[in-house]
């Protein structure tokens, strides 16, 4: 009985197209070109095609991609976020605030809300930076929950019934589009991000990060500026949800905001974005196709989380990219 | 007034102590991450409850079920779920909060909120300390509560499985070439672990209705009590309970209910700021800060 072993080998086409740049047939350039022009379709598409019941599920699905990648950001400097819902209800609440308080039009509360909540949510977390791990993960669980329960208790901000009568988009073209742009732009963003030299020491951070201290780089400052980008992302989410509902309350800081992104990343894969947006592109539309289900969402969301963190850890987006890469044949093992 | 603060902030501290006992033995003590022990806790307290009012089952009965019923989910959990993804802390983490999550959802899906889900309290009647009522329950819960915190420490401290609880926690390779099979030891803890939540839910529960926001704040509160008193350390759990339990009281008489639930969260904040070990934890004091 000989043995046989699964092997692995690079599609002909990946080589040529892959390291060499001299790109000789349309077969080859559709190749490299067609993965990413996929998503940058869709996003421009999509919104043209679909029932204005659909559109709304698109702008949920897009929001919990860009919460995704911020998450997926997060995690590629080794911080794992279990509160994603910290920097969306912040972005809201600021966005929210300028609007209802200070009167300030729309195309200035989205970018200040942003900037500013992410700001906030940095200097929140700013005195756990030192933490790794899971304590690091725990602070961010505990933070959107304890939020929620100030804003409860305080009643500021009208308390439980929120700011309500917030200003909307001029109309909802604006809307789409507007979301469409900045996903395309985050994803491709931070796909470029990580691959210069400060995604560099983001990910050496991850790996080692007293390696990279030793090199004499402050992974503090570091961190505090990638928990920052990250921060703005998700905030940018809050402020434009803010808009979207015209209404800003408690349920921004709400569970769903901290599992689902979480649960896109996984089930999509990690460290690639494209993973996470694909992840939120499936679990989204999935779960509003199974209307009925209701309340039975979150289930659906953390099932699928567990299921792929024991059955399937890299991802959808990984195993599919190497089957577009590789193939694979059984070969007999030499005795 | 001082009076009713400090005797009701006993029996609140020794509610603390009795729900994060199950949770620190999983997690402080074996170190096997158990995210779902709230979800534990909120079930046992339905299958008790489901127990009593649809099977009319009498309420010991009940009350042993539940319990082993919850042991057997937290030993399936790990068996399952925890064992293929031993030793990566974060899809610990990940994988068992969401099975917690999943299953109190599940719980509020199915409907099961309203003031019908109570569970019987033990004894009725109530005596006078000084000149507060307390009434039978909470002496039931406190006396609980002491008997589980002392049996935990001799437990833990003088039998052979317990030791090697800790032994596992402290190095999986050097337990296992003492004889102690690691990966064996851990899914007994979280057995163990959820059991406790469970015996917790049957004899706090009665208090009030069961509800499934609940299984959220029992996870936090049990998550305070441990990160606060320190992973691996019984003292610390009692001395922990007893720290938020009367700054939980205080806060409540003071400033009213809704600030109750922040003195936890803020608790776990400021200890992982200041001293991410706990007041009495002496485990892996340097590896988890830069």
Known sequence: MSKRR????????????????????????????????????????????????????????????????????????????????????????????????????????????TVAGSALATVVLLPVLRLRGVYFSMVTLVLPLMFERIIEATRVFGGTEGLTGL????????????????????????????????????????????????????????????????????????????????????????????????????????GTFAGSLMGAFILVPLSEALRGVGGLRTVLYSLSLVVFIVALPEGIFHYMKRKYHQFERWVEVEQ | MLEVTLIYGFINSTILALVALG????????????????????????????????????????????????????????????????GLVISEVIATFGVG??????????????????????????????????????????????????????FTHHTRLGLAFRGIAQDDRTSLSLGIHADRIAGISVAFGSGLAALAAIVVLPRGTISVNEGYDVLINAMAVCIVGGLGSTVGVVVAAFLIGYAQMITDTVSGP????????????????????????????????I
């Open chain 1, 6 to 113: 699964r092997e692995r080998i690079d599609r002909g086409i990946k080589a040529r197209s892959g390291d060499i740049f001299a790109l000789t047939s349309y077969r080859e350039m559709l190749y490299v070109a067609v993965p990413p022009l996929l998503p940058v379709i869709g996003l421009i598409v999509l919104p043209l095609l679909l029932p204005t019941y659909w559109q709304k599920v698109l702008i949920s699905t897009a929001i919990f991609a860009l919460l995704a990648m911020s998450w997926d950001f997060l995690a590629c400097v080794g911080m794992i976020s279990l509160g994603q819902a910290l920097f969306f209800g912040l972005g809201a609440y600021c966005a929210g605030i300028m609007d209802h308080y200070w009167g300030f039009p729309i195309w200035l509360s989205i970018p200040l809300g």
């Open chain 1, 167 to 270: 200003k909307s988009f001029p109309n909802h073209w604006v809307e789409l589009y507007l979301l469409s742009a900045i996903t395309l732009g985050v994803l491709f963003g931070l796909r470029r991000l990580m691959t210069t030299d400060f995604g560099l020491v983001l990910k050496a951070i991850r790996d080692n990060d007293r390696s990279v201290m030793s090199g004499g780089i402050n992974i503090y400052a570091v961190k505090a500026q990638a928990l920052f980008l990250g921060g703005c992302i998700g905030a940018f989410c809050g402020a434009y949800m803010t808009h979207v509902y015209m209404f800003v309350g408690m349920p921004a800081f709400a569970l769903d905001y901290s599992i689902l992104p979480l649960a896109a990343a996984v089930v999509g894969g990690m």
């Open chain 2, 23 to 86: 949770f620190s033995l999983t997690f402080g003590i074996s170190g096997v991450s158990n995210f779902a022990y709230g979800a534990m806790y909120v079930m046992a307290g339905y299958v008790a409850w489901i127990l009593l009012n649809k099977v009319a089952l009498p309420f010991w009965a009940a009350a042993v079920i539940a319990v082993f019923a919850t042991a057997g989910l937290g030993a399936a959990l790990y068996r399952f779920v925890l064992l293929r993804v031993r």
């Open chain 2, 101 to 154: 999550l999943a299953i109190l959802e599940l719980f509020r899906y199915l409907g099961f909120t309203g003031f019908e889900y109570t569970l019987p309290v033990f004894s009725d009647g109530s005596i006078m300390i000084g000149n507060t009522y307390v009434d039978h329950q909470r002496l039931w819960i406190v006396g609980c509560g002491v008997a589980l915190a002392g049996g935990l420490y001799l």
């Open chain 2, 258 to 289: 809704h600030w109750k639930m922040i003195v936890s969260l803020v608790a776990i904040l400021i200890i992982l700021v200041v001293k991410p070990s706990g007041l009495f934890g002496k485990q892996k004091e340097l590896e988890e800060r």
